[in-house]
C-alpha cells in the first residue's frame, strides 16, 4: 500500500463523505474486509478523487449520474450527501435529478427524488 495515497485518500473520503461515516466504516472492518477499505480508501479517494484535475464538486456531479444509471441507491444516497457537502444546492440538484431521470429513466429518477427529499428533510429538521 502507498501510504501517502493513503493518507490522501483518507482525506478526500473524509471530506466528501464525513468524517464519522469514514471512521464508522474503517472501525467496524474485519479480517474479511479490511483490505477492500483499505484499497477503497487508496486507489478509489487517493488515485481518483485525489486527482486535482477534477475538484470535488466535479466529481460528485459524474458520481450522481453513474451510480443512478447504475441503480446502486445506497451509494447515491452517500453521495448526494457528499455533492452537497462539495457545494450543490438544490436547486442544482433537481436539475441534475431531472437529467438523471431523462437519461436514466423514470423509476430511476423517482428513486431519486424520494431520497433527495427524504435527505433534505432530514438536513431541515436538524438545523
Known amino acids: 500500500m502507498d501510504k501517502e495515497r493513503f493518507e490522501k485518500g483518507l482525506a478526500a473520503r473524509k471530506a466528501v463523505l464525513g ?34 484535475t477534477l475538484d470535488h464538486k466535479q466529481r460528485s456531479l459524474l458520481n450522481l449520474g453513474m451510480i443512478a444509471a447504475l441503480n446502486r441507491m445506497h451509494e447515491w444516497e452517500l453521495h448526494l450527501r457528499g455533492a452537497i457537502r462539495n457545494g450543490w444546492t438544490r436547486d442544482e440538484l433537481k436539475a441534475i435529478l431531472l437529467q438523471i431521470t431523462i437519461y436514466c429513466g423514470m423509476p430511476t429518477g423517482v428513486e431519486c427524488f424520494r431520497i433527495a427529499r427524504r435527505v433534505f428533510e432530514e438536513m431541515d429538521a436538524q438545523s
Not at 474486509?33 to 487517493?46: A, K, M, S, Y
Request: charge should be negative.
Open 19 to 52: 468524517a464519522e461515516y469514514v471512521e464508522k466504516s474503517l472501525n467496524a472492518a474485519d479480517d474479511f474486509n479490511r483490505e477492500f477499505q483499505e484499497v477503497l480508501t487508496e486507489i478509489c479517494w487517493g488515485a481518483c478523487w485525489g486527482d486535482e
